[in-house]
């Protein structure tokens, strides 16, 4: 896992939601494709993030220990190897692994510091356009792709594939303006909701979708073999 300091950091975007996303002009769902501004400053406490998105082999193990149901890309040749991220599981199922491994879902805004940094960049590795030495995204290889690949992709703090391979399980319910009136230390997302988020793009994804600042939300229960997850803790625990 890596270690991400205390301290603060930016969240979203000082860019419209029609200026990040242009094909969105008359199909945008406000349900479930929340606003990205304002940009705003938050303050987290230290917390530890997996380097990596959950591997099938790392899955496997938790399914043989727990006799809990297979992930649709354990089943699926495209998708089913030992180092591709798990992919098909739903929001609850992802805690459920996390709960067991000793570490949670991480919240919207830890997910986002871990790209981030102390930057106030557009993605990973810094503001240059995605491209197929960074990131598996565009439906380039039509599958995802064994975690921790792109070299060149990786954040700040050593992480990898926060843009492209699968989106991501966060915490957080969705509310499309919660950045309205989020706090600003520790946010953990509205109290309630009907979507939890995803955050970063997957390996479907254009280059307007993979992006730190992306927000997209689905049912708890929606299983996709374009999301996955990671794993995060306090670093005081």
Not at 139 to 154: A, D, I, R
Request: glycine share 8%.
């Amino acid at each position: 896992m890596a270690l991400i300091p205390a301290g603060k950091s930016q969240m979203g975007s000082r860019q419209s939601l029609l200026e990040l996303r242009p094909h969105d002009l008359f199909n945008t769902d406000r349900h479930t494709l929340g606003p990205e501004n304002p940009a705003h400053e938050v303050f987290l406490d230290a917390f530890y993030i997996d380097i990596y998105e959950v591997t099938n082999a790392e899955y496997r193990k938790y399914i043989d220990a727990t006799g809990a149901k297979k992930a649709p890309s354990l089943e699926n040749p495209n998708f089913d190897g030992d180092q591709q991220p798990v992919a098909g599981v739903s929001w609850k199922e992802a805690t459920a692994y996390c709960k067991w491994n000793g570490k949670r879902l991480p919240t919207e805004a830890e997910w986002e510091k871990a790209g981030r940094g102390k930057r106030p960049i557009k993605y990973p590795w810094g503001d240059s356009p995605p491209d197929s030495d960074k990131l598996n995204y565009n439906e380039e290889k039509m599958k995802t792709m064994p975690v921790g690949s792109y070299e060149k992709g990786k954040s700040d703090y050593g992480v990898y594939d926060l843009s492209g391979n699968v989106s991501e399980w966060v915490h957080d319910w969705h509310y499309p303006e919660y950045y309205l009136f989020s706090p600003k230390e520790n946010p953990q997302g509205p109290e309630k909701g009907q979507y939890k988020i995803i955050r970063g793009g997957n390996w479907r994804n254009t280059a307007d979708y993979v992006d730190l600042t992306y927000r997209n939300a689905t049912t708890p229960s929606q299983k996709s073999n374009g999301i996955g997850f990671r794993c995060a803790k306090n670093a005081s625990e």
